[in-house]
């Protein structure tokens, strides 16, 4: 999974966001004290929370 700094996001969040929408792949986005986030597209999302409800069942 590719990583950015915060700082690096927010600078070009719209160029973040289309490679992890063209590349299907989610992002790693993370701060200054080490925390981080995972940017993932929404139907990519859809598609985990699909398989999540079927497998509790």
Known sequence: MDSV?????????????ERVVANRAPMEITDERGESVILIAARDWRAIEQALSTSNR
């Not at 700094?5 to 966001?17: D, G, Y």
């Open 5 to 17: 700094s915060f700082t690096e996001a927010v600078a070009n969040f719209e160029a973040v966001m």
